[in-house]
């Protein structure tokens, strides 16, 4: 999941609207025309990770990006990408990039390692952008991001945290597949399921959880303050 920033007042008179789409493994980005200064650099909007994952030396961050030029005529992309420390607030650089034509860039993909001594927490965050090249102080751009991934190359233990709303009544069992419950899934897929499983929460007593499959289960309910066992 990500959030957006809102983009600064702009230049003049014009107003800057600022849009957004998602589909499931891809973020559109985009704004209208705005007005700058000749061969100026408009940033924005951008997108940000909503919760920090824990990164260690060798692992790979990888995602793709693409300049669709839809609304850019005479524009030059130009975007930044990085990791952000929740921790310290320091950044990882992932690209910053100024395309060298107007237009459509095309699927560009980015991989990066973490190097060592900065493991720590960290969110992705992505600046789309820019560059009014042909000085005609007028600058929009649409931006896709998609296939964000990380790859755990240390097989260092990792915490994946999944939510669900059960409505149910009269009900004297409850079964959850690990499927249904898409992050914990991928990270268990991922690690070949490697580690261990865990509840955790007010109502965790009342389930289990399968050490083998992950599939969750009821093992008592609460009917009128009395446990039916």
Same mark, same amino acid.
């Given at each position: 999941?990500?959030?957006?920033?809102?983009?600064?007042?702009?230049?003049?008179?014009?107003?800057?609207?600022?849009?957004?789409?998602?589909?499931?493994?891809?973020?559109?980005?985009?704004?209208?025309?705005?007005?700058?200064?000749?061969?100026?650099? =408009?940033?924005?909007?951008?997108?940000?990770?909503?919760?920090?994952?824990?990164?260690?030396?060798?692992? =790979?961050?990888?995602?793709?990006?693409?300049?669709?030029?839809?609304?850019?005529?005479?524009?030059?992309?130009?975007?930044?990408?990085?990791?952000?420390?929740?921790?310290?607030?320091?950044?990882?650089?992932?690209?910053?990039?100024?395309?060298?034509?107007?237009?459509?860039?095309?699927?560009?993909? =980015?991989?990066?390692?973490?190097?060592?001594?900065?493991?720590?927490?960290?969110?992705? =965050?992505?600046?789309?952008?820019?560059?009014?090249?042909?000085?005609?102080?007028?600058?929009?751009?649409?931006?896709?991001?998609?296939?964000?991934?990380?790859?755990?190359?240390?097989?260092?233990?990792?915490?994946?945290?999944?939510?669900?709303?059960?409505?149910?009544?009269?009900?004297?069992?409850?079964?959850?597949?690990?499927?249904?419950?898409?992050?914990?899934?991928?990270?268990?897929?991922?690690?070949?399921?490697?580690?261990?499983?865990?509840?955790?929460?007010?109502?965790?007593?009342?389930?289990?959880?399968?050490?083998?499959?992950?599939?969750?289960?009821?093992?008592?309910?609460?009917?009128?303050?009395?446990?039916?066992?």
């Amino acid at each position: 999941m990500a959030t957006l920033d809102k983009l600064p007042p702009s230049l003049g008179n014009s107003s800057i609207d600022w849009d957004y789409s998602a589909a499931a493994s891809s973020m559109t980005l985009s704004t209208n025309e705005i007005k700058t200064v000749s061969k100026g650099i =408009v940033h924005g909007p951008a997108m940000i990770s909503s919760d920090a994952i824990s990164l260690n030396t060798g692992d =790979v961050v990888s995602f793709d990006w693409e300049f669709t030029g839809v609304g850019s005529a005479g524009d030059y992309a130009d975007v930044y990408a990085y990791l952000l420390n929740t921790n310290d607030g320091t950044t990882v650089e992932l690209t910053d990039y100024t395309h060298n034509a107007s237009g459509g860039t095309g699927t560009i993909s =980015v991989s990066e390692t973490l190097g060592a001594g900065i493991d720590g927490l960290y969110k992705f =965050v992505f600046v789309s952008g820019a560059y009014d090249n042909d000085g005609g102080t007028i600058v929009g751009s649409e931006v896709i991001v998609s296939n964000l991934s990380v790859t755990d190359t240390g097989g260092d233990s990792k915490t994946s945290t999944a939510s669900t709303t059960l409505e149910a009544q009269e009900s004297s069992a409850v079964s959850i597949a690990r499927a249904s419950l898409a992050s914990l899934d991928k990270a268990a897929t991922s690690d070949s399921n490697a580690g261990s499983y865990a509840l955790s929460g007010t109502d965790a007593s009342y389930f289990s959880i399968d050490q083998t499959n992950g599939d969750i289960h009821l093992i008592c309910i609460t009917a009128f303050g009395q446990n039916l066992i």
